[in-house]
């Protein structure tokens, strides 16, 4: 069973994500995206704007400043409402959220929760705003107070005016950015599960007042679906309509897409029906009119907003626990038993897609190899691994997820032909090398289902 440990682990070990300034301590919850990971985040931002552009018409791109003016968290609500319930604890000096109590380790005996044990001494609640505050201005005193966005969601909002300028959409259209975000949260965690430092992919879709029910229902369809495409187990994936009281005051109905982490169910995205809230706001706020005028009905409304925000962090995490995966292969010859860690990733989003392995390095296979290997990497991202016996190279890109490896023998330099091992079966193939960047290139995109829904016995030759 894959626990977040395991994760962790592979992550480090592999080069996908490690602690923030580690060598001085590090920073809490903060984490840095090493080469795989930075390629397989990447991927995963990719294959979103594929879903919200390339397959659609109706969705445009922004990418707005981190930075806004203050009055935009303060139409918002942000400035007011953003808030957590703090509590101190004077004993141990470690701070908790006062409604997650049930759910935190005490500071000095973490088989405790906070205020369990007769050492706990908690303050009363009050309420602790999220956001990071900084200023605008060479000096601090002068300058003016700004805030790191806490979403990306604003961004839009303010800028409904330009692109409905540009963009010749009317409603139904949608607008779509990735960005970072920031919020102080008081007990981050779960590695890169929840962070006061992560990335969004969030979309706000401005729909006629009378259809907003019905694309809210469609988005929650299209994201579920969109999950489920790139290789998530159905049964490891949800929907969760939010209760009356879980609603933000801006919402009519809110439904999260939730994945079984080790942690269990958590949220992965939310879909909502944020109404007309937040046009309204800013345009109160501003003083600018933000609706959409009809030409050819004459009619004048201010456009309802469906909202699917994804965390690009938290999607990366869960395609990473759901591809985890070990088992023991057999050694094709020798009857014996080896384990091995491989990861199942959609071979789109795997952030290697061939590695070249020269299988000796004499009699010209790393020449071979290279010319191998410049070709390879205009179709698709690939690497060159020659470092160690072949068995432990295979090893290694299994646990990057790499969906083919190209072996370069003796074969290839007098038959011009290569070994492809495929990464879920262990099924090897020899093809000619003419043609081999277009027929793995092919191979990536093609429809894909992870292996981890109906297991077979493997061998690696």
Same mark, same amino acid.
């Given at each position: 069973?894959?626990?977040?440990?395991?994760?962790?682990?592979?992550?480090?070990?592999?080069?996908?994500?490690?602690?923030?300034?580690?060598?001085?301590?590090?920073?809490?919850?903060?984490?840095?995206?090493?080469?795989?990971?930075?390629?397989?985040?990447?991927?995963?931002?990719?294959?979103?704007?594929?879903?919200?552009?390339?397959?659609?018409?109706?969705?445009?791109?922004?990418?707005?400043?981190?930075?806004?003016?203050?009055?935009?968290?303060?139409?918002?609500?942000?400035?007011?409402?953003?808030?957590?319930?703090?509590?101190?604890?004077?004993?141990?000096?470690?701070?908790?959220?006062?409604?997650?109590?049930?759910?935190?380790?005490?500071?000095?005996?973490?088989?405790?929760?906070?205020?369990?044990?007769?050492?706990?001494?908690?303050?009363?609640?009050?309420?602790?705003?999220?956001?990071?505050?900084?200023?605008?201005?060479?000096?601090?005193?002068?300058?003016?107070?700004?805030?790191?966005?806490?979403?990306?969601?604003?961004?839009?909002?303010?800028?409904?005016?330009?692109?409905?300028?540009?963009?010749?959409?009317?409603?139904?259209?949608?607008?779509?950015?990735?960005?970072?975000?920031?919020?102080?949260?008081?007990t981050p965690g779960n590695f890169i599960?929840?962070?006061?430092?992560?990335?969004?992919?969030?979309?706000?879709?401005?729909?006629?007042?009378?259809?907003?029910?019905?694309?809210?229902?469609?988005?929650?369809?299209?994201?579920?679906?969109?999950?489920?495409?790139?290789?998530?187990?159905?049964?490891?994936?949800?929907?969760?309509?939010?209760?009356?009281?879980?609603?933000?005051?801006?919402?009519?109905?809110?439904?999260?897409?939730?994945?079984?982490?080790?942690?269990?169910?958590?949220?992965?995205?939310?879909?909502?029906?944020?109404?007309?809230?937040?046009?309204?706001?800013?345009?109160?706020?501003?003083?600018?009119?933000?609706?959409?005028?009809?030409?050819?009905?004459?009619?004048?409304?201010?456009?309802?907003?469906?909202?699917?925000?994804?965390?690009?962090?938290?999607?990366?995490?869960?395609?990473?626990?759901?591809?985890?995966?070990?088992e023991t292969v057999e050694r094709e010859?020798?009857?014996?038993?080896?384990?091995?860690?491989?990861?199942?990733?959609?071979?789109?989003?795997?952030?290697?897609?061939?590695?070249?392995?020269?299988?000796?390095?004499?009699?010209?296979?790393?020449?071979?190899?290279?010319?191998?290997? #410049? =070709?390879?990497?205009?179709? %698709? *991202?690939?690497?060159?691994?020659?470092? !160690?016996?072949?068995?432990?190279?295979? @090893? &290694?890109?299994?646990?990057?997820?790499?969906?083919?490896?190209?072996?370069?023998?003796?074969?290839?330099?007098?038959?011009?032909?290569?070994?492809? #091992? =495929?990464?879920?079966?262990? %099924? *090897?193939?020899?093809?000619?090398?003419? !043609?081999?960047?277009?027929?793995?290139? @092919? &191979?990536?995109?093609?429809?894909?289902?992870?292996?981890?829904?109906?297991?077979?016995?493997?061998?690696?030759?």
């Amino acid at each position: 069973m894959v626990t977040m440990d395991k994760i962790v682990s592979l992550c480090k070990r592999r080069g996908f994500i490690f602690p923030s300034s580690e060598i001085y301590g590090g920073v809490g919850s903060t984490y840095d995206y090493g080469h795989y990971g930075v390629l397989l985040k990447t991927n995963v931002k990719n294959e979103w704007w594929r879903a919200m552009l390339n397959e659609r018409e109706d969705i445009v791109a922004l990418d707005s400043a981190i930075l806004q003016h203050p009055k935009v968290w303060e139409a918002s609500g942000h400035l007011a409402g953003f808030t957590d319930p703090l509590v101190d604890c004077r004993t141990c000096g470690q701070r908790f959220r006062a409604d997650h109590l049930a759910d935190l380790p005490c500071g000095r005996k973490p088989s405790k929760h906070p205020g369990e044990t007769s050492e706990c001494d908690l303050t009363e609640a009050r309420d602790f705003n999220l956001m990071f505050e900084t200023t605008i201005g060479p000096v601090k005193e002068s300058g003016s107070v700004a805030y790191l966005r806490p979403e990306t969601a604003q961004g839009i909002f303010v800028n409904f005016k330009n692109v409905l300028q540009f963009s010749r959409k009317k409603p139904p259209f949608g607008i779509a950015q990735v960005g970072k975000s920031f919020r102080n949260e008081i007990t981050p965690g779960n590695f890169i599960f929840r962070t006061r430092e992560f990335e969004q992919m969030e979309m706000e879709f401005f729909v006629p007042p009378s259809e907003a029910q019905q694309w809210f229902e469609h988005w929650l369809g299209e994201r579920e679906r969109w999950y489920e495409e790139l290789g998530i187990r159905p049964d490891h994936l949800r929907l969760r309509a939010h209760e009356q009281d879980e609603l933000s005051h801006y919402s009519s109905a809110t439904s999260d897409v939730e994945y079984l982490f080790p942690i269990g169910w958590s949220e992965l995205e939310g879909i909502a029906n944020r109404g007309d809230f937040d046009l309204k706001q800013h345009a109160e706020h501003s003083g600018e009119k933000l609706e959409y005028f009809d030409q050819a009905s004459g009619e004048r409304y201010v456009p309802h907003v469906i909202e699917p925000a994804a965390g690009a962090d938290r999607a990366t995490l869960a395609f990473l626990v759901d591809a985890y995966d070990e088992e023991t292969v057999e050694r094709e010859g020798t009857g014996a038993g080896e384990q091995r860690t491989v990861l199942r990733l959609h071979p789109r989003l795997a952030p290697v897609k061939a590695a070249v392995l020269p299988l000796v390095k004499k009699d010209g296979q790393p020449e071979l190899a290279r010319e191998v290997y #410049r =070709e390879l990497r205009k179709a %698709v *991202q690939a690497e060159y691994d020659d470092g !160690g016996a072949i068995g432990k190279r295979y @090893r &290694r890109q299994d646990e990057i997820g790499t969906p083919f490896c190209v072996t370069i023998d003796h074969e290839s330099v007098e038959q011009n032909t290569v070994t492809v #091992r =495929e990464r879920d079966s262990l %099924v *090897q193939e020899r093809l000619p090398i003419e !043609g081999l960047a277009e027929e793995l290139a @092919r &191979r990536v995109q093609a429809p894909w289902s992870t292996p981890k829904l109906a297991p077979t016995p493997a061998t690696d030759g």
